[in-house]
């Protein structure tokens, strides 16, 4: 494929320059400007480590925080979100929504990790998901409203009916 395939070649050209160094601003495009925004918004969650600033709160608190020369300031774009989950919750609930956070998922891992029928282990990846869709509150914005109760019916009843105890299949009276 190499010999033959011209992008298949310039993309292990440009991968090999990659592995020769990168720079924060190549580094930063590659991540779609994303370093400009994770940057801020830790230095924003030290100054707020312990309860954070609140979900949904970004948008103008991390101004202050940005650079001069950053894209979202020169071009005036707003941010909405950090685009990266685990920061977005420390942001927004400081170190003790991310500890809950965390203890929660791995109460979960565990939970999920318990020898259990292949339904069951269904019905829990359901409510994982729903579980996802929802936390933090309002901090993903992908979903609209209509989208987000829709899904989480589907999910829930997913959830739920593939949780709970399995029926018999010819019940005796």
């Known amino acids: 494929l190499f010999f033959v395939s011209p992008s ?4 292990v050209v440009d991968t090999a320059v990659l592995l020769g160094g990168v720079d924060r601003d190549t580094l ?3 991540l779609s400007y994303r370093l400009d925004i994770w940057e801020p918004a830790l230095a924003l969650a030290g100054d707020n480590w312990l309860l954070g600033i609140g979900p949904g709160h970004m948008t103008e608190a991390i101004k202050p925080y940005l ?13 909405l979100h950090t685009h990266q989950v685990l920061i977005e919750i420390l942001l927004g609930t400081g170190a003790i929504g991310l500890a809950a956070f965390l203890a929660y998922y791995g ?3 565990r939970e999920l990790a318990l020898p259990r029928a292949a339904a069951a282990s269904f019905g829990w990846g359901c409510l994982l998901a729903f ?5 933090p509150f309002g ?3 992908d979903f609209f409203g209509s989208e987000q109760v829709l899904m989480s019916f589907y999910l829930l009843g997913l959830g739920f009916g593939f949780s709970a105890p399995q029926r018999l299949e010819n019940p005796t009276v």
């Open 131 to 135: 579980v996802l869709m929802w936390l």
């Open 28 to 30: 930063n495009l590659a």
């Open 67 to 79: 650079d001069p020369a950053s894209i979202y300031v020169t071009a005036e774009v707003d941010i």
């Open 139 to 141: 901090s993903h914005k």
């Open 8 to 11: 298949f070649h310039q993309r």
């Open 107 to 109: 109460w979960l891992v």
